[in-house]
T-cell receptor, first 114, second 110 residues
Framework: KAGVTQTPRYLIKTRGQQVTLSCSPISGHRSVSWYQQTPGQGLQFLFEYFSETQRNKGNFPGRFSGRQFSNSRSEMNVSTLELGDSALYLC?????????????FGEGSWLTVV | EDQVTQSPEALRLQEGESSSLNCSYTVSGLRGLFWYRQDPGKGPEFLFTLYSAGEEKEKERLKATLTKKESFLHITAPKPEDSATYLC???????????FGSGTKLNVKP
Protein backbone atom coordinates (compact mmCIF):
# COMPACT_ATOMS: atom_id res chain seq x y z
CA LYS A 1 0.00 0.00 0.00
CA ALA A 2 1.50 3.32 -1.04
CA GLY A 3 2.22 5.82 1.71
CA VAL A 4 1.68 9.55 1.77
CA THR A 5 3.37 11.15 -1.22
CA GLN A 6 4.59 14.72 -1.22
CA THR A 7 5.96 16.75 -4.10
CA PRO A 8 8.30 18.40 -4.65
CA ARG A 9 10.83 17.05 -2.17
CA TYR A 10 13.16 20.01 -2.35
CA LEU A 11 12.70 23.54 -3.59
CA ILE A 12 14.38 26.90 -3.33
CA LYS A 13 12.38 30.11 -3.61
CA THR A 14 13.13 33.78 -3.39
CA ARG A 15 11.67 36.04 -0.72
CA GLY A 16 8.37 37.50 -1.91
CA GLN A 17 7.52 34.61 -4.21
CA GLN A 18 4.80 32.06 -3.59
CA VAL A 19 4.97 28.29 -3.46
CA THR A 20 2.52 25.41 -3.80
CA LEU A 21 3.16 22.02 -2.24
CA SER A 22 1.24 18.89 -3.11
CA CYS A 23 0.20 15.86 -1.07
CA SER A 24 -1.43 12.56 -2.03
CA PRO A 25 -2.78 10.72 1.01
CA ILE A 26 -2.83 7.00 1.64
CA SER A 27 -5.58 5.40 -0.41
CA GLY A 28 -8.88 5.56 1.47
CA HIS A 29 -7.75 8.28 3.87
CA ARG A 30 -9.98 11.32 3.76
CA SER A 31 -8.32 13.51 6.37
CA VAL A 32 -5.20 15.41 5.37
CA SER A 33 -3.26 17.68 7.68
CA TRP A 34 -0.19 19.86 7.21
CA TYR A 35 2.64 20.60 9.61
CA GLN A 36 5.64 22.87 9.57
CA GLN A 37 8.85 21.59 11.15
CA THR A 38 11.77 23.83 12.05
CA PRO A 39 14.71 23.25 14.40
CA GLY A 40 13.57 26.03 16.71
CA GLN A 41 9.81 25.44 16.84
CA GLY A 42 9.52 21.72 16.21
CA LEU A 43 6.40 20.36 14.56
CA GLN A 44 3.58 22.88 14.36
CA PHE A 45 0.09 22.26 13.05
CA LEU A 46 -0.97 24.32 10.05
CA PHE A 47 -4.42 23.02 9.08
CA GLU A 48 -6.50 19.93 8.50
CA TYR A 49 -8.93 19.09 5.72
CA PHE A 50 -11.64 16.49 5.51
CA SER A 51 -13.96 16.01 2.54
CA GLU A 52 -12.69 19.23 0.94
CA THR A 53 -13.47 21.30 4.05
CA GLN A 54 -10.99 22.87 6.42
CA ARG A 55 -11.87 21.52 9.88
CA ASN A 56 -9.02 22.83 11.99
CA LYS A 57 -6.51 25.61 11.67
CA GLY A 58 -3.31 26.40 13.54
CA ASN A 59 -1.87 29.76 14.46
CA PHE A 60 -0.26 30.75 11.19
CA PRO A 61 -0.77 33.95 9.20
CA GLY A 62 -3.18 34.11 6.29
CA ARG A 63 -0.27 33.75 3.85
CA PHE A 64 -0.54 30.03 4.54
CA SER A 65 -3.53 28.42 2.88
CA GLY A 66 -4.59 25.05 1.66
CA ARG A 67 -7.25 23.11 -0.11
CA GLN A 68 -8.38 19.56 -0.64
CA PHE A 69 -9.79 18.05 -3.79
CA SER A 70 -12.56 15.52 -4.23
CA ASN A 71 -10.01 12.69 -4.52
CA SER A 72 -8.59 13.72 -1.10
CA ARG A 73 -5.37 15.06 -2.58
CA SER A 74 -4.33 18.31 -0.97
CA GLU A 75 -2.24 21.34 -1.73
CA MET A 76 -0.88 24.05 0.50
CA ASN A 77 0.20 27.45 -0.65
CA VAL A 78 2.43 30.03 0.94
CA SER A 79 2.33 33.50 -0.55
CA THR A 80 4.78 36.36 -0.13
CA LEU A 81 7.50 34.07 1.18
CA GLU A 82 9.68 35.20 4.07
CA LEU A 83 13.06 33.87 5.12
CA GLY A 84 11.44 32.41 8.24
CA ASP A 85 9.23 30.18 6.09
CA SER A 86 12.24 27.97 5.37
CA ALA A 87 11.24 24.63 6.86
CA LEU A 88 10.26 21.05 6.27
CA TYR A 89 6.58 20.92 5.38
CA LEU A 90 4.96 17.64 6.28
CA CYS A 91 1.67 16.27 5.11
CA UNK A 92 -0.12 13.56 7.06
CA UNK A 93 -3.22 11.55 6.34
CA UNK A 94 -5.54 9.56 8.55
CA UNK A 95 -8.46 7.19 8.36
CA UNK A 96 -11.39 8.45 10.39
CA UNK A 97 -12.25 6.11 13.24
CA UNK A 98 -14.20 6.19 16.52
CA UNK A 99 -11.20 5.42 18.73
CA UNK A 100 -8.79 7.99 17.43
CA UNK A 101 -7.00 8.83 14.25
CA UNK A 102 -3.41 7.82 13.78
CA UNK A 103 -1.80 10.15 11.29
CA UNK A 104 0.79 8.88 8.84
CA PHE A 105 3.36 11.28 7.47
CA GLY A 106 4.94 11.73 4.09
CA GLU A 107 8.64 12.38 3.60
CA GLY A 108 8.06 16.11 3.50
CA SER A 109 8.92 19.02 1.23
CA TRP A 110 12.06 20.95 2.09
CA LEU A 111 11.53 24.63 1.37
CA THR A 112 14.43 27.04 1.42
CA VAL A 113 13.68 30.75 1.04
CA VAL A 114 16.62 32.92 0.00
CA GLU B 1 -2.91 25.72 27.76
CA ASP B 2 -2.30 22.34 26.13
CA GLN B 3 1.33 21.34 26.38
CA VAL B 4 3.59 18.41 25.59
CA THR B 5 7.10 18.23 27.06
CA GLN B 6 9.71 15.62 26.23
CA SER B 7 12.84 14.82 28.18
CA PRO B 8 15.71 14.52 27.88
CA GLU B 9 16.37 16.61 24.77
CA ALA B 10 19.24 14.33 23.83
CA LEU B 11 20.38 10.94 25.06
CA ARG B 12 23.58 9.06 24.31
CA LEU B 13 23.63 5.35 25.09
CA GLN B 14 26.05 2.53 24.57
CA GLU B 15 24.74 -0.38 22.58
CA GLY B 16 22.84 -2.64 24.98
CA GLU B 17 22.33 0.08 27.61
CA SER B 18 18.59 0.29 28.31
CA SER B 19 16.87 3.58 29.11
CA SER B 20 13.57 5.47 29.00
CA LEU B 21 12.32 8.59 27.28
CA ASN B 22 9.66 10.72 28.91
CA CYS B 23 6.69 12.60 27.49
CA SER B 24 4.58 14.61 29.92
CA TYR B 25 1.40 16.36 28.88
CA THR B 26 -1.19 18.77 30.16
CA VAL B 27 -4.21 18.66 27.91
CA SER B 28 -7.96 18.71 28.36
CA GLY B 29 -9.62 15.58 27.10
CA LEU B 30 -6.87 13.29 25.86
CA ARG B 31 -8.05 11.23 22.91
CA GLY B 32 -4.77 9.48 22.24
CA LEU B 33 -1.03 9.67 22.75
CA PHE B 34 1.22 8.80 19.83
CA TRP B 35 4.90 7.99 19.48
CA TYR B 36 6.84 8.54 16.27
CA ARG B 37 10.41 7.97 15.18
CA GLN B 38 12.05 10.44 12.83
CA ASP B 39 15.29 9.87 10.95
CA PRO B 40 17.24 12.86 9.60
CA GLY B 41 15.68 14.31 6.46
CA LYS B 42 12.61 12.07 6.64
CA GLY B 43 9.05 12.30 7.83
CA PRO B 44 8.04 10.87 11.22
CA GLU B 45 7.31 7.16 11.23
CA PHE B 46 4.43 5.93 13.37
CA LEU B 47 5.32 3.64 16.28
CA PHE B 48 2.51 3.42 18.85
CA THR B 49 -0.86 4.76 19.89
CA LEU B 50 -1.97 4.67 23.55
CA TYR B 51 -5.49 5.57 24.57
CA SER B 52 -5.90 5.05 28.30
CA ALA B 53 -3.85 5.09 31.49
CA GLY B 54 -2.27 1.73 32.18
CA GLU B 55 -2.06 0.76 28.53
CA GLU B 56 1.22 -0.67 27.18
CA LYS B 57 2.37 -1.43 23.64
CA GLU B 58 5.51 -3.23 22.51
CA LYS B 59 7.43 -3.49 19.29
CA GLU B 60 10.83 -5.17 19.12
CA ARG B 61 13.08 -3.31 21.60
CA LEU B 62 10.53 -0.56 22.27
CA LYS B 63 7.77 -0.47 24.85
CA ALA B 64 5.44 2.48 25.40
CA THR B 65 3.43 3.03 28.56
CA LEU B 66 0.85 5.64 29.55
CA THR B 67 -0.26 7.21 32.83
CA LYS B 68 -2.67 10.08 33.41
CA LYS B 69 0.12 12.63 33.20
CA GLU B 70 2.90 11.11 31.12
CA SER B 71 4.10 8.43 28.79
CA PHE B 72 7.38 6.55 28.71
CA LEU B 73 9.15 4.98 25.78
CA HIS B 74 11.39 2.23 27.15
CA ILE B 75 14.25 1.07 24.96
CA THR B 76 15.70 -2.30 25.92
CA ALA B 77 19.20 -3.25 24.77
CA PRO B 78 19.28 -0.61 22.02
CA LYS B 79 21.26 -1.00 18.82
CA PRO B 80 22.90 1.72 16.70
CA GLU B 81 20.02 1.51 14.23
CA ASP B 82 17.69 2.77 16.98
CA SER B 83 19.43 6.15 16.74
CA ALA B 84 16.80 8.70 15.72
CA THR B 85 14.64 11.47 17.14
CA TYR B 86 11.62 10.17 19.00
CA LEU B 87 8.55 12.38 19.02
CA CYS B 88 5.42 12.11 21.09
CA UNK B 89 2.15 13.78 20.25
CA UNK B 90 -1.24 14.09 21.88
CA UNK B 91 -4.61 14.37 20.25
CA UNK B 92 -7.51 15.92 22.11
CA UNK B 93 -11.18 15.23 21.69
CA UNK B 94 -13.14 17.17 19.10
CA UNK B 95 -10.00 18.26 17.29
CA UNK B 96 -8.16 16.27 14.71
CA UNK B 97 -4.92 18.07 15.35
CA UNK B 98 -1.90 16.85 17.20
CA UNK B 99 0.32 18.67 19.67
CA PHE B 100 3.90 17.50 19.33
CA GLY B 101 6.70 17.56 21.83
CA SER B 102 10.10 18.83 20.74
CA GLY B 103 11.52 15.32 20.63
CA THR B 104 14.35 13.33 22.17
CA LYS B 105 17.37 12.79 19.97
CA LEU B 106 18.74 9.32 20.73
CA ASN B 107 22.27 8.33 19.76
CA VAL B 108 23.31 4.72 20.34
CA LYS B 109 27.03 4.08 20.08
CA PRO B 110 28.34 0.62 19.09
Amino acid sequence: KAGVTQTPRYLIKTRGQQVTLSCSPISGHRSVSWYQQTPGQGLQFLFEYFSETQRNKGNFPGRFSGRQFSNSRSEMNVSTLELGDSALYLCASSLEGPSGNTIYFGEGSWLTVV
Amino acid sequence: EDQVTQSPEALRLQEGESSSLNCSYTVSGLRGLFWYRQDPGKGPEFLFTLYSAGEEKEKERLKATLTKKESFLHITAPKPEDSATYLCAVQIYNFNKFYFGSGTKLNVKP
